[in-house]
């Protein structure tokens, strides 16, 4: 049996990545860091955040030679590891997340994509007859049988004026010609007594297949949908029947933020985000993957199965354009898109294949470690060339939390106790997230040698986050030399559909012991700052996935003043303050320039 607690501590000795250079960059880097998402590297395995590996490879470039050593003690999916390998500097990362460690250590490895294509077709090949088994549908059409890609189930809800159910997808789903322009209702006429309903208050019953997805033979195997049949309902039945007799986790879910999601719901352990048959394929290709006959495979393997985090799960949400996504939340959704799983780990398998392509074979080193930030007691006293991190966003996302599923698979879980989190469960507040960053930054300093430079991805709403990271970096022993956007070019879906999202990284450029300015923010600074802004450039934002009326791009322009504000002041103006303060002022400016017209 491959032992993965054993393959998370397997490292080569840490003195043998160091060297005896020393730093030689006298100012930060001052080009535009523009680098896109939609890359094999970057889509190989999902993760709550990720940096583009490619923009981290221009500032290790910069910052660092050949043989140099770069640290990333955030390291979550090890992005920065990916980077640092092209570039051929050798690399330490590490992360409190056993799950992270895991995804970091196989982001980074090196393997024949030909002999990795070949253990996966041996997996399906061996599961064949039970994808048969458990996806077979009857088209509709020609009466053939075909392998079903997904099935859709929607639960039925309780109308809180009649006390009757209906089945949601039958009456909120407005379905245009175009899927941009499809939704599903917030509210709607309850099918029974016709009063006025809003779908987020009715109590939920249970969930009811009401479409399945396949490729049609009568259609040349195009995309095609029915209604469940009979046949449909039958092979539900037999399938809810078969035992399942290989290992799956049944952890429960501990109370937290985002874990009380789903145990409101009654799912209050990991196996009951699943269907019983997406269960039963899932603990099959567990099986078949962590007893691969080739042990140097097995952890790849693994990798892919993780990859599908919650796209198999019953999180994944039903969108009319297709797919799902792994969203930093339990959110259990009342219309779910159930996929077949040996056909979502075949998909993934294919993107991983071709990353690992792309990650050709080389020597330099790695060390990848489960560890705190705030205790980096492996590595000496100024010996890192480069550090750079994309560090916790205070409250925004609750790692350990969301990573509870793929921990549990792996029975290894994160210790919270130095998890550096806004978080009311945990007890955290922003003075102890400030504390533990402040940690975190002064081991950071303790280990990056003289004239050598940290730089920061930083990401959050609330202008208390900003200050609490300015002054820990203060606090530490560090400056902001300088601060400027990251581009990551493709939004995400948040960003897009949602009004307060603030969806541009800022980097900060930092450097040991000069000591920062301190002065506060006015109103009248972001007056003067937005209207010089707005004249310059266009910051209208055009949605892609839904039908909206394009507005202006407000968390571009908060960015962009975080990072005129962040090296001399005080960021005490939350997002949601300084939009209201650039609506007015955009508003004045439309009506100056129609009075002039």
Not at 238 to 264: A, C, H, L, R, S
Not at 280 to 288: K, M
Not at 359 to 369: A, E, F, G, W
Not at 449 to 464: A, Y
Request: hydrophobic fraction near 35%.
């Amino acid at each position: 049996m491959f032992d993965i607690k054993d393959f998370l501590t397997q490292n080569p000795d840490i003195k043998d990545l160091l060297n005896t250079n020393e730093g030689e960059i006298a100012d930060p880097y001052a080009d535009s860091i523009i680098a896109g998402k939609n890359s094999y590297a970057y889509d190989a395995h999902t993760y709550h955040t990720k940096v583009p590996p490619q923009g981290i490879e221009t500032l290790i470039k910069y910052y660092t030679k050949e043989n140099d050593v770069v640290l990333d003690p955030f390291c979550g999916s090890g992005m920065t590891g990916l980077a640092a390998i092209r570039q051929k500097r050798n690399v330490i990362l590490s992360d409190l997340s056993p799950a992270a460690v895991f995804i970091a250590k196989n982001f980074t490895t090196s393997f024949s994509a030909k002999e990795y294509r070949e253990a996966i077709k041996e997996v399906l090949e061996r599961l064949a007859e039970l994808e048969k088994q458990l996806y077979l549908t009857q088209c509709e059409k020609c009466n053939e049988l075909a392998i079903q890609n997904y099935t859709v189930w929607s639960y039925g809800l309780t109308c809180d004026k009649c006390d009757k159910e209906f089945i949601l997808w039958d009456v909120a789903r407005d379905e245009k010609p175009s899927y941009k322009e499809s939704k599903i209702l917030s509210t709607f006429n309850c099918p029974h007594c016709h009063g006025l309903i809003k779908k987020g208050k009715l109590k939920r019953t249970r969930l009811y297949p009401v479409q399945i997805g396949y490729k049609c033979c009568d259609k040349g195997l195009k995309d095609t949908v029915h209604q469940p049949k009979e046949y449909d309902f039958k092979k539900l039945q037999e399938i809810d029947k078969i035992k399942i007799d290989k290992w799956y986790p049944t952890n429960k879910f501990p109370i937290g933020v985002n874990t009380n999601q789903p145990i409101n719901h009654g799912l209050d352990s990991v196996d009951k985000l699943y269907t019983h048959r997406a269960l039963l394929a899932l603990s099959e290709i567990w099986h078949a993957c962590i007893n691969h006959d080739n042990l140097e495979i097995r952890p790849l393997l693994l990798w892919t199965f993780t990859s599908l985090y919650q796209r198999v799960s019953v999180l994944s949400e039903f969108r009319f354009w297709g797919g799902s996504s792994n969203t930093a939340n339990y959110n259990v959704p009342q219309i779910m898109n159930e996929q077949n799983v040996f056909r979502t780990f075949k998909r993934k398998s294919e993107t991983i294949a071709y990353h690992l392509e792309e990650t050709r074979k080389n020597s330099i080193l790695r060390h990848i470690s489960v560890r705190s930030a705030t205790h980096l007691d492996h590595i000496p006293d100024k010996s890192l060339d480069y550090i750079f991190t994309d560090p916790p966003f205070g409250s925004n996302i609750n790692y350990s939390e969301m990573n509870f599923l793929w921990e549990s698979w792996l029975q290894a879980f994160t210790n919270n106790k130095n998890e550096a989190i806004v978080n009311k469960i945990q007890e955290k507040t922003i003075e102890d997230y400030q504390t533990l960053m402040t940690d975190s930054f002064k081991e950071m300093r303790r280990v990056l040698k003289d004239n050598s430079w940290l730089t920061i991805v930083f990401h959050n709403s609330s202008g208390k986050i900003w200050d609490s990271i300015r002054e820990a970096l203060y606090n530490a022993g560090f400056f902001i030399s300088k601060a400027q956007i990251f581009d990551k070019q493709h939004g995400t879906f948040k960003m897009y559909v949602s009004d307060n999202a603030v969806g541009y990284d800022l980097i900060l450029h930092c450097q040991k012991d000069i000591l920062i300015k301190n002065s506060s923010v006015v109103i009248s600074s972001v007056e003067e700052f937005v209207k010089e802004k707005i004249k310059q450039s266009d910051y209208t934002l055009n949605f892609i996935h839904v039908e909206r009326t394009p507005e202006t791009d407000f968390r571009k322009l908060y960015s962009e003043w975080i990072a005129h504000q962040i090296i001399s002041n005080n960021i005490n103006l939350s997002f949601d303050n300084f939009r209201n303060i650039v609506s007015k002022i955009i508003q004045h400016v439309k009506t100056q320039d129609s009075i002039s017209l």
